[in-house]
């Protein structure tokens, strides 16, 4: 088959009307390409919307919608086009879409792995894509890229898009709760042929989700599921209508970077670029005995850091404010018994995920408390005046070592008590059985 839609090339049509919706559908084949506009030298009008669903199959060349700005005149399509890409390659992997244009809204489906490539020529009459491969025979003639007079892209949540040619623009509102893949090329030879892909929305960005920046090529195909790692302040989303929320997280966190939005000095855009990322820190409480839980008031002893921490740097453990807690429903007396350690480098090592469902990465201290029972308790004297006997008085003290320090005064004698090894800073009251 040549082409499918309302305007066919291999087709001789008489006048008619369609009085309500036409859907075009390919679920496999091959064609050349879809035709959802029609225009009056083909003698058919639609009242209400052209719908084109595409879950299978190959396209070689373009997906049409309405008709540009130069067919306003015969454009006879009274409602939307709208387009919805479906599915992925036999594979898994992406399946391949030649040059859209011309819809009201493009929608990648949850579940789908599109990418648009596009390889077809238009005529950017409005010159917002830029002449990329001027040809003698076309007027502002523009080549290789994915969407062209788009009004609106969305990508469902669970669904990815990949871009790898060059003036991705929507001509209107963006919404992106998937996974957008951008392409990024380092470059050979210090750097010749480095680029990084962009995708621009001239409305608002909105949705939650996940920058995949993939490899591309100077030459031949990109490959869209080998992530590249990007460079910090490198630039991906640009929206240029003020009332943006959209947010993206790297999809790859082990990275140190993040993607991070600013509002530049022109009005009303907003740029999703990379940065070096920050982590927060968590605890947890845990019992140091087999079997035993912790009781309900622990977790509002529980540290809060509020600062945030770079790769390479150290986070040295908060204790909590007290190293003793005594539960009253039990009558127990807990020992803080200390963290799995007492500092952490940031690194891809020592970074978890949050606890739940929270897949954020954090760096975590987890402290182990035990029931006073089970902790092994050492008491030694401090300050215990040592005499030399006869008229020579004092000589010196026993320190908290253990060792004797020489003093001409008379110190008040004292205990250091450990539990576990570690000394009990805030004990009033000892008492032996």
């Avoid at 502002?140 to 994915?146: G, L, R, Y």
């Avoid at 490959?223 to 790297?250: C, Q």
């Avoid at 001409?408 to 570690?422: C, Q, R």
Wanted: proline share 4%; net charge negative; aromatic share 10%.
């Amino acid at each position: 088959m040549v082409g499918v839609g309302c305007k066919s090339r291999n087709t001789s049509q008489a006048s008619k009307m369609v009085d309500g919706n036409v859907l075009i559908q390919q679920t496999g084949g091959t064609i050349m390409g879809i035709e959802a506009g029609c225009i009056n030298e083909k003698k058919v009008t639609v009242t209400g919307n052209v719908d084109v669903k595409i879950s299978g199959g190959t396209v070689e060349h373009y997906i049409n919608g309405k008709y540009d700005s130069s067919h306003v005149e015969d454009e006879v399509i009274d409602g939307s086009a709208t387009l919805e890409l479906l599915g992925a390659a036999a594979d898994g992997g992406y399946r391949v879409t030649p040059l859209i244009e011309h819809f009201d809204k493009v929608t990648i489906k949850s579940g789908a792995k599109i990418a648009v490539e596009g390889d077809w020529t238009v005529n950017d009459y409005d010159g917002k894509y830029g002449i990329t491969n001027p040809k003698p025979n076309y007027m502002n003639a523009v080549t290789d890229i994915p969407f062209f007079q788009v009004k609106e892209l969305v990508v469902e949540e669970n669904a990815a898009l990949a871009l790898s040619q060059k003036h991705a623009l929507i001509e209107g509102d963006i919404t992106i709760n998937g996974q957008l893949g951008l392409a990024r090329y380092d470059g050979i030879y210090a750097g010749i042929g480095k680029y990084v892909r962009t995708l621009t929305a001239e409305g608002t960005a909105a949705g939650e989700g996940t920058l995949f920046p993939f490899k591309g090529a100077l030459y031949g195909k990109p490959n869209y599921s080998e992530f590249s790692t990007p460079k910090v302040n490198e630039e991906y989303v640009y929206a240029l209508t003020e009332g943006s929320d959209m947010t993206l997280t790297l999809s790859q966190q082990d990275t140190g970077l993040t993607v991070e939005r600013k509002n530049t000095s022109v009005p009303g855009q907003d740029v999703w670029y990379i940065a070096e990322a920050s982590y927060h820190v968590l605890y947890d409480f845990k019992s140091g005995t087999f079997g035993a839980g912790l009781p309900d008031g622990f977790e509002a002893m529980l540290p809060v850091d509020d600062e945030t921490y770079k790769m390479g740097e150290t986070v040295t453990a908060i204790p909590p404010e007290k190293l003793t807690y005594y539960d009253e429903e039990t009558g127990k007396t807990w020992i803080f018994d200390g963290y799995d350690a007492d500092s952490k480098v940031v690194n891809e090592e020592n970074l978890e995920e949050g606890f739940g469902s929270d897949d954020n990465l954090y760096i975590k201290f987890s402290g182990t408390w035990l029931p006073l029972d089970d902790a092994k308790v050492n008491v030694a004297p401090v300050d215990i005046p040592v005499y030399m006997g006869g008229n020579d008085g004092a000589d010196g003290v026993v320190n908290g070592a253990g060792g004797i320090e020489s003093s001409t005064s008379l110190p008040t004698p004292g205990f250091t008590v450990k539990l576990n090894g570690k000394t009990v800073e805030d004990l009033d009251e000892l008492t032996f059985r």
